[in-house]
């Protein structure tokens, strides 16, 4: 069975700095995907960036990144110049399979940016 | 745009009490989902449905039924509510195309005393 494991369970940065959570993950398969979701105070589940497990290049979306290391089957993002509104919960996920049977989460970190 | 719509908000019941959740989703997706959110877990899946009048059990299944009758809603239902079902639950949608990223609901905070 597939499982994602983050291991910072909190981390907490000063506004304007740079910083990564971690997250490996485990599968047999070799076609799969992987997201980062963010959930602010609201509960919303925003979906940050993804990646698809056969691309080579890192995902970027504006200050966020990623870290893709497919043998080593981790799966870190970082996020530079870090903003007051980037304090929530950041979940690490993987999609595998067909895909239709579900994302498998991590237990999340909670990022908090100090001002 | 109203994306996926769950209803209720909030809800209390008692133990032993059934109650139904709704979601619908307005992107015409195919696939729908059902999770559960547990302080310190992550989300866990419960159900899930790849098309109108189909369903599937995810990672937590038991002492929930679901239903999709209608390719726009997707129901989670609770036979005899217990305290360990206290839970955010939580709705998504996604295309057809393992690629695209599934759409969440804001949400049901259900407290069972």
């Known amino acids: 069975a597939q499982t994602v494991t983050q291991s910072q369970p909190e981390m907490s940065v000063q506004e304007a700095e740079t910083v990564t959570l971690s997250c490996t993950y485990d599968?047999?398969?070799?076609?799969?995907?992987l997201f980062w979701y963010k959930q602010p105070p609201s509960r919303q589940m925003i979906l940050v960036i993804r990646?698809?497990?056969?691309?080579?290049q890192n995902a970027t979306e504006n200050r966020f990144s990623v870290n893709f290391q497919k043998a080593a089957k981790s799966f870190s993002l970082k996020i530079s110049d870090s903003q007051l509104g980037d304090t929530a919960m950041y979940f690490c996920?993987?999609?595998?399979?067909?895909?239709?049977?579900?994302?498998?989460f991590g237990k999340g970190t909670h990022l908090i940016i100090q001002p | 745009n109203a994306g996926v719509t769950q209803t209720p908000k909030f809800r209390v019941l008692k133990t032993g009490q059934s109650m139904t959740l709704l979601c619908a989703q307005d992107?015409?997706?195919?696939?729908m989902y059902w999770y559960r959110q547990d302080p310190g877990m992550g989300l866990r899946l419960i159900h899930y449905?790849?098309?109108?009048?189909?369903?599937a059990k995810g990672e937590v299944p038991d002492g929930y039924n679901v239903s999709r009758l209608k390719k726009q809603n997707f129901l989670l239902g609770l036979e005899s509510a217990a305290p360990s079902q206290t839970s955010v639950y939580f709705c998504?949608?996604?295309?057809?195309?393992?690629?695209?990223?599934?759409?969440f609901g804001d949400g049901t905070r259900l407290s069972i005393l």
């Open positions: 449905s790849v098309g109108e009048g189909t369903t």
């Open positions: 599968t047999s398969e070799n076609n799969y995907y």
């Open positions: 996920a993987l999609s595998e399979g067909g895909g239709a049977d579900g994302l498998t």
């Open positions: 990646q698809e497990a056969y691309k080579q």
């Open positions: 998504a949608s996604s295309y057809l195309n393992r690629n695209q990223p599934q759409h």
């Open positions: 992107m015409n997706h195919e696939y």
